[in-house]
């Protein structure tokens, strides 16, 4: 007899059941599963639209933390046009938690957020271990949905009390201004106003560079988040090549993350990037040091960090009772 049911989860499903508190050490562990070869992550696959200016990409990814595991595959687009076209958002994925043991499907859920949550999640676990102890400022450059849960994140890792936003839409920084000020010190600012902060967060997709190396201070940590694909660049490469360069994944990073326009120039080299986040986590590779000055972590976004997330809203919204139960595969009440 069958009984399981596929859980449908939607947005505000995902964003309730994903504490950062729990999510970001998941992310953590997903970094050092990646590291010890306890996982299995094929390359992110692209299917590209020039007809509609718009991509496909598929994103699976398997990770066991010891005392779980989970699997699943994220299908995601970026279309530019989306927003003034056809009223809609310019990034939507949907993820598919499966079961390991049995590939049951255990959950449809939001990708979109999950993809907000755990890219806030990644860049919290490098700070931690990048930033300096006291890191009380953050910067972030670019307003838009992802710079929403940098804060959300980093603050569970350090103890944030001054923000500085800066963006060219003036709305944008109102609406985040709005959400923050009862719990930050939160006002708009300069680009060079942020870089100047302990930790900077970019989450914009230029791919011309906006932030020198004369604006970033002294001993900043910045999370490169913004550049998921070719071209895309937000860093000065003086900023780059005076760094002390961690990243998320080789092959990501060197194909569309933050380091692919130099290193593909020939300006980095391999020489030039201090080490991945996972050796770190786990220890193989030191993060910051007294003697360190600034550094930069390039986060391309993994499909282990997905599926980490996954789990961690599945299980609570199981807990919480949430989301919608459905017979997807019409085994219910089957008798073998």
């Known amino acids: ?10 947005n505000d499903d995902v964003h309730e059941n994903a504490n950062m508190t729990e999510l970001v050490p998941a992310i953590e562990e997903a970094f050092a599963a990646f590291e010890r070869g306890d ?11 020039p007809q509609y200016n718009g991509d496909f990409r598929s994103m699976p990814a398997y990770m066991d933390a010891g005392d779980w595991d989970a699997a699943g595959i994220k299908w995601v687009n970026v279309h530019p046009d989306n927003e003034e076209q056809f009223d809609l958002p310019t990034v939507m994925g949907t993820m598919v938690y499966s079961s390991p043991e ?16 755990r890219t806030g999640a990644a860049a919290a676990v490098a700070t931690d271990h990048l930033a300096i102890e006291d890191a009380s400022s953050l910067g972030i450059i670019g307003a838009g949905v992802q710079s929403y849960t940098q804060l959300e994140a980093i603050a569970t890792v350090r103890d944030i009390q001054e923000v500085i936003v800066s963006d060219l839409d003036e ?7 709005d959400t923050f000020e009862d719990e930050f010190d939160v006002r708009a600012g300069s680009i060079e106003e942020a870089a100047s902060c302990d930790v900077l967060s970019t989450v914009t997709p230029v ?15 910045i999370n490169a988040m ?39 120039e020939g300006v980095l080299s391999d020489d030039d990037i201090h080490a991945a986040i996972g050796e770190i986590v786990v220890g193989d590779e030191e993060g910051r040091t007294d003697e360190d000055g600034i550094s930069v972590f390039d986060s391309t976004g993994l499909a282990i960090q997905d599926v980490a997330a996954a789990h961690i809203v599945y299980e609570h919204a199981r807990e919480n009772d949430n989301g919608y139960e459905f017979d997807l595969l019409g085994l219910s009440g089957r008798d073998d």
């Open 1 to 10: 007899m069958y009984k399981m049911q596929t859980l449908l989860l939607n």
């Open 171 to 177: 709305e944008r920084v109102a609406r985040f201004i």
């Open 102 to 117: 049995t590939a049951f499907p255990l959950a449809l859920m939001d990708g979109t957020e999950l993809t907000m949550k």
């Open 39 to 49: 996982a299995q992550m094929p390359p992110k696959s692209y299917i590209d639209l």
């Open 207 to 221: 791919e011309d560079p906006i932030v020198s190396r004369d604006a970033v201070g002294d001993h900043t940590h």
């Open 226 to 264: 913004g550049a998921d694909a070719e071209g895309k660049h937000e860093l000065a490469d003086e900023v780059l090549l005076d760094a002390k360069l961690v990243i998320d994944d080789h092959e990501q990073t060197t194909h569309s993350g933050e380091i692919n326009v130099p290193y593909n």
